[in-house]
């Protein structure tokens, strides 16, 4: 039993060694340098209720998205009728939900029909007719295809935004999907609001567009703009003055390059201006684009495009090979940094509209924090009183395994980095309930015993025996229900869930383990003769 004993003490003392490790730099605040370098280094996180922050609804425009699909298809359909030589009068979007296409040779249709069936399975061919002598289809989208890529903008808006927020630094962000494409995202702790909107809500369609000079932009602006070209802005903001001005450019219609291949963007710092801009790196594929655009336009100007805005249209003075690309400007750090974040995150497939926001005070968390834990030391100090009332030294020792395991609980939340909410507070509490509850069931039966006459070493045996199965289902049960509420609760069901969790592991290892070795230390290994019960 003594080695035993020493080998239960040694292990308890090791939990809570370790418990009081992760603690501490959610007590102190910052952790000294060696501290990080060697042991533990993550703290407990507030939740938005607790330390405030951001509460915001986003509605993703999906039917943008659709329109998008179907602006995609048109191009490819040009491309493959162009490469099987079917030539087109009409090609084009129709509304939202099809395309027209009307057709030069009526001997084209076959082919044509051919093309639609192996290579677009999300259209049908609502009607045909022809066009003086030219046969005309429209393809219409069918309403599964429709749904599908409704639901793919959501759940890519959905990881877009998480990996902006993720590179933005927010710690423990809420970001799930809600029903009618709207996403729910709660930013804990966050300093600059206006700008983490900016950040979610920028489409970042970064297009490269070559400029149209041998037309006049002037005669354009009137209203005479070439057949494939469009007129887009760039904005000049002056640096004395502050007076924003807007100079109009002349672009192909036809995205030379896009943002889907970008692989990296860095913000570096111009040595001969001393001013931040982002450095671009494409993959393989887009860095052979990139080099091809520029081998076949030197001296001509290669617009950078982002979100419909001209950024800068630099002229191009030889072939860039190596993938790399820079987008310049009168940035500051903070505008630099976000606009990496957003090209490095990937375009929105779809813009999103922000249909509630709310910002929660910190003095708001101040104030929950100071009632929860007051309602947590009046429960906890009822309690503790009871027990020593009513128990004695089994009380005191029962009040001690309840220290013990609010100790291990917070240990818990900083070792699985996971987020304190106000319901995560009101789970502690009942835990503590809990953990009471088990020892009054191991002190009732060790009362039986000892009314049955059994010296106090057989009734702690066998108190603790007979106390263990009712101990273990009802905690055991209570585990099941606190994961289930995990793993389909949202936000506040989740945070209680976590606590509650944890804290009947907790409970369990005090109440079991922990009081046992007490218990087995005063009445066994220092022979008590009475137990004060």
Do not use: C
């Amino acid at each position: 039993m003594s080695k035993s004993l020493k080998w239960r003490g040694a292990i308890a003392l090791f939990a809570i060694l370790a418990a009081l490790i992760y603690l501490v730099p959610s007590i102190t605040g910052e952790a000294p340098a060696w501290w990080s370098g060697l042991l533990p280094k993550d703290k407990i996180q507030l939740g938005l209720d607790l330390q405030g922050g951001m509460h915001l609804v986003l509605e993703v425009q999906a039917s943008k998205a659709v329109e998008n699909h179907l602006e995609r298809t048109v191009e490819e359909l040009k491309r493959d009728l162009r490469g099987d030589k079917i030539r087109y009068v009409q090609l084009q979007r129709d509304g939202m939900d099809g395309v027209v296409v009307t057709l030069m040779r009526p001997e084209d249709e076959p082919l044509f029909r051919d093309i639609l069936e192996a290579g677009y399975p999300d259209f049908e061919m609502e009607s045909s007719g022809s066009q003086e002598g030219r046969p005309s289809f429209r393809l219409a989208l069918v309403p599964k295809a429709e749904k599908r890529v409704k639901q793919m903008a959501v759940d890519q808006a959905l990881e877009t935004i998480r990996n902006r927020i993720d590179q933005f630094g927010v710690s423990e962000p809420d970001i799930r999907p809600q029903e009618e494409n709207r996403i729910l995202i709660q930013l804990p702790g966050i300093k600059d609001p206006k700008r983490a909107i900016a950040l979610i809500g920028k489409t970042a369609l970064l297009e490269f567009k070559l400029v149209d000079e041998e037309h006049s932009v002037e005669a354009a602006l009137k209203g005479d703009i070439p057949p494939g070209d469009e007129i887009l802005y760039q904005t000049s903001i002056d640096p004395e003055t502050g007076r924003e001005a807007k100079i109009p450019y002349l672009l192909k219609k036809r995205t030379a390059l896009t943002g889907e291949y970008i692989t990296d963007a860095r913000v570096q710092i111009d040595s001969r201006y001393n001013e931040p801009y982002v450095s671009l790196s494409f993959d393989a594929r887009g860095a052979r684009i990139f080099e091809q655009i520029t081998e076949q336009n030197i001296k001509k100007r290669l617009a950078i495009v982002l979100d419909n805005k001209v950024n800068s249209a630099p002229v191009i003075q030889d072939k860039i090979s190596g993938g790399k690309a820079q987008i310049t400007g009168r940035y500051t750090m903070d505008e630099a940094r976000d606009l990496a974040i957003v090209l490095r995150a990937g375009a929105l497939p779809a813009p999103v509209k922000i249909i509630e926001e709310r910002t929660v005070g910190p003095s708001l968390g101040r104030d929950s924090i100071e009632k929860g834990f007051k309602s947590m030391l009046i429960g906890g100090a009822i309690v503790i009183l009871f027990m020593v009332i009513y128990y004695g030294l089994s009380g005191l020792i029962a009040d001690l395994a309840l220290f013990l395991n609010i100790i291990f609980i917070m240990a818990g939340l900083a070792f699985f980095s996971a987020t304190l909410t106000l319901p995560g507070i009101a789970g502690i509490i009942l835990t503590i309930g809990m953990s009471v509850d088990a020892n009054v069931l191991i002190f009732e039966r060790i009362r039986e015993e000892l009314r049955l006459g059994k010296t106090p070493r057989a009734s702690i045996e066998g108190g603790y025996g007979k106390a263990l199965v009712t101990i273990l289902d009802a905690q055991v049960t209570t585990l099941i229900a606190a994961l289930v509420l995990f793993q389909f609760g949202t936000g506040p069901v989740r945070g209680f869930a976590v606590t509650l969790s944890i804290g009947i592991l907790a409970s369990l290892f005090t109440a079991i383990f922990l009081s046992r070795i007490i218990f087995d230390f005063l009445y066994v290994k220092r022979k008590m003769q009475r137990i004060s019960i």
